[in-house]
């Protein structure tokens, strides 16, 4: 199974400013997933992060607002930007496990925007 | 579009009672299904996962769910609950017919009572 550490596990931002969260995995992956759950909401795909291309985003999110970098296979970062309540959250990330369809989770960073 | 469906929100059953979660999907192939359980503060972790053959697979922890086609359904079951079990379950549907990209429904949070 991969191990997926996450930083910064919590945070409280001000309106207006900006974080990155960082995803670190035990292991080489090729893709690497960033999911928001929203509070009492499920989960939802915010982009797919490939090393050494632009991630993909899925409708509703965009780049400008959630910029993400891939420097290498076992790292990743999710910045959001100009933050508002709205983007209190948790986001996690995930990769796939070395068996075809098993993702392996992080713990999430639970963001509060206030 | 996929879609995945958990008609119950919150379930609250007796320790050593039986489970059901349902679940149904929309997709108009055979479809990937997963569930997922998220325990408080922790990350999600994979409980089983549908892809082919039979159509009963069994998990960790004691759970199997049942994929029926006619039904659209995926329920996940548990002869006998353990107080343990309390957490969020989340089943998953591979975005597009894959795997990697999941569309996840709403959840439903399980309580045992003692």
């Known amino acids: 199974s991969a191990v997926i550490s996450q930083k910064p596990s919590r945070d409280i931002c001000q309106r207006g400013t900006s974080l990155t969260i960082q995803c670190q995995v035990d292991?080489?992956?090729?893709?690497m997933f960033w999911y928001r759950q929203q509070p009492g909401q499920s989960l939802t795909l915010i982009a797919t992060a490939n090393q050494g291309s632009e991630a993909t985003y899925e409708s509703g999110f965009v780049i400008d607002k959630f910029p993400i970098s891939r420097p290498n296979l076992t790292f990743s970062t999710l910045t959001v930007s100009n933050m508002s309540p709205e983007d209190s959250s948790i986001y996690l990330c995930?990769?796939?496990?070395?068996?075809?369809?098993?993702?392996?989770f992080g713990e999430g960073s639970r963001l509060t925007v206030l | 579009a996929q879609s995945v469906t958990q008609p119950d929100i919150h379930i609250t059953v007796s320790e050593g009672a039986s489970l059901e979660l349902r679940c149904n999907y929309s997709?108009?192939?055979?479809?990937?299904l997963f569930w997922y359980v998220q325990s408080p503060g922790q990350g999600l972790q994979l409980l089983l996962k549908y892809f082919s053959g039979d159509t009963l697979v069994q998990g960790i922890k004691g759970f199997e769910a049942e994929f029926k086609r006619s039904q659209s359904s995926f329920n996940l079951r548990k002869p006998s609950v353990h107080w343990s079990d309390a957490a969020e379950y989340f089943c998953?549907?591979?975005?597009?017919?894959?795997?990697?990209?999941?569309?996840f429904g709403a959840g439903t949070r399980l309580a045992v009572h003692p």
């Open positions: 995930s990769v796939e496990g070395a068996r075809t369809g098993e993702l392996f």
């Open positions: 998953a549907v591979g975005d597009s017919g894959g795997y990697n990209k999941l569309i």
């Open positions: 292991s080489q992956v090729t893709m």
């Open positions: 997709y108009g192939a055979t479809p990937y």
